[in-house]
């Protein structure tokens, strides 16, 4: 009895989570230790890239396009057009960026799934811890980029940019887990090319970030519509530029909701299916 | 500890485990002796509760691991084969983000994290990136990792594979002395002087079954003579096949096994066979007269060797 005793003094703490969330909380020092040893590097990208893009396409590009109102949907200047769109859009490549090489190698290069799931941390806890670093890496590159334009005057009202951040990580999650889930399931990383110059570069280039997508051809315009980066761009413009029309705010946060909630079921179960054999 | 009956896994078509009983008592020393897919990591995969059951019963610690796959996770300890450190963190980090793992406040991590480290003998690579560690050093830092929850049983699936023998050695002492502090320890190797040297009681595994159990010593005892005379034979030109030279000295031991490299001959008394080889006038060109080993149990169970 002695003996017993010991063992469960000696075991004490060591607990299963109650909850999902309460898992992923666990994993908190786990990212921000990562993260520790990153930060650098992506604090000065977050930054200088904002930056290269407004002066670039903005003030650059934007200097030999006319700001008609009616053509800009509702934007006074081409820059005013174009900077929710960069918002939108660096939101997604951020989001590319962080769930495909690093997913798969948390399974297969340095294994650190593996032993997260060897703990009483279970499948969709890690998910989970996973997915709260990649929104708060959107959450900290699209804040910046926001306060970076901000002085341009690009910017209809505070409310509207407040919104419009919340909106890169709801942009961000709709993203987030479904490429999450490819990656986990991906054998090896060959095929992360292909998306990044299939999928990531037509997305950036013909979602209506950088021009409206009535410029395009009727079917690619109903193709372009179909995307979620549409979804967000026009959302995200909407707040910008603080012209609602409330319907449409409706039909984008469903699309993005649904896209990240059955995301989040696919990821779940892929890298279930990956660590549990 | 651990209870199975008839456990079995199939993956597919494969049947890697077929239906094994097994029992592991508190403070004792449990090895899974066998090959390379014997079903041993299979079986600790399941153990570990990483790994669902295809057939029979498994308890661990009174626990189901359907049910209660993440309670029984919070009291185990798990060294897998292929070590999963995060190799850009430091030792300490490892260490320190494994502990909140199990839930376990910050400031007992820390601690934890230092008599550990002090245990396995890393103190001074605290601060150094694992991905700069030796192999040894490595799986030291794995073998601290599972016990940073102060784990009831402690599972170690080849813990010292790919290791140099200076190494195998380092580690081989703290899991003795781990062995020692009464930690209840479960291990598969495919070394059998691993088995020996750590293993109060083992299974030997062949093919998904076990086909013997008892201590290192009972099995010798049971499967093998107290000695081995080891013969090897130069390729002579007109000579005999291994094959012929071991029917001329079948009557010198209780058996006689033919390897490609060398014949062995089971007897009590070694010295005693290998006069009476010279006797006979067949020359080997090399002899050795060792005690039997686990080794033996296996060829003489199963007629392989342990490592091909």
Known sequence: MALDQRADDQRAGSTAPTSTIAGAARLFDYWAIAYRRTWKGSAISSFVTPLLYVLAM???????????????????????????????????????????????????????????????????????????????????????FLLVMAPFGVFASVTGVVAAFFVQLLIGLAFATPIYAFSAGLKD????????????????????????????????????????????????????????????????VAYLAVLALAGWFWAVRRLSRRMIS | MILARGLRKSFGDFEAVKGIDVDVRRGESFGFLGPNGAGKSSTMRMVAAVSPISGGELHILGMDPADDGPSI?????????????????TVRDNLYVYGRYFGLPRKEVRARVDELLEFVQLTEKADAMVEDLSGGMKRRLTIARSLINRPDVLLLDEPTTGLDPQARHVVWDR???????????????????????????????????????????????????????????????DGDSHEALAEKIADLGHRVEVLPDRLLVYSDDGEEVIARVHERGLEPVAVLVRRSTLEDVFLRLTGRTLVD
């Open chain 1, 58 to 144: 903005g003030v650059l590009l934007g200097g030999f396009i006319k700001g008609d109102p009616t053509r800009l949907e509702g934007a006074t200047s081409y820059l005013a057009f174009v900077a929710p769109g960069m918002v939108a859009a660096q939101a997604m490549t951020t989001v590319f960026g962080e769930v495909t090489y690093p997913v798969m190698g948390m399974i297969k290069w340095h294994k650190a799934y593996f032993g997260m799931t060897a703990t009483p941390l279970s499948v969709p806890a890690v998910v989970l811890a996973h997915l709260g670093f990649v929104l708060f890496r959107v959450g900290t590159t699209c804040a910046v």
């Open chain 1, 189 to 252: 990383e060959s095929a992360f090319s292909l998306v990044f110059r299939l999928g990531m570069m037509p997305l950036f280039l013909f979602s209506g970030a950088f021009f409206p997508i009535t410029n395009l051809d009727p079917w690619m315009a109903a193709l372009a519509r179909a995307t979620p980066l549409w979804h967000g761009v026009d959302l995200t413009r909407m707040l910008t530029l603080d012209r609602l029309d409330w319907s449409m705010v409706a039909v984008h």
């Open chain 2, 73 to 89: 996770r919070a009291r185990i300890g798990v060294c897998p084969q292929e070590d999963t450190l995060d190799t850009e963190l």
């Open chain 2, 175 to 237: 899991l003795f002395r781990l062995k020692q502090q009464g930690v209840t320890i479960v291990l598969t190797t495919h070394y059998m002087d691993e088995a020996e040297q750590l293993c109060d009681r083992l299974v030997v595994m062949d093919k998904g079954l076990i086909v013997a159990e008892g201590s290192p010593l009972t099995l010798i005892r049971e499967h093998s003579t107290r000695e081995v005379a080891e013969l090897r034979f130069g390729v002579a030109p």
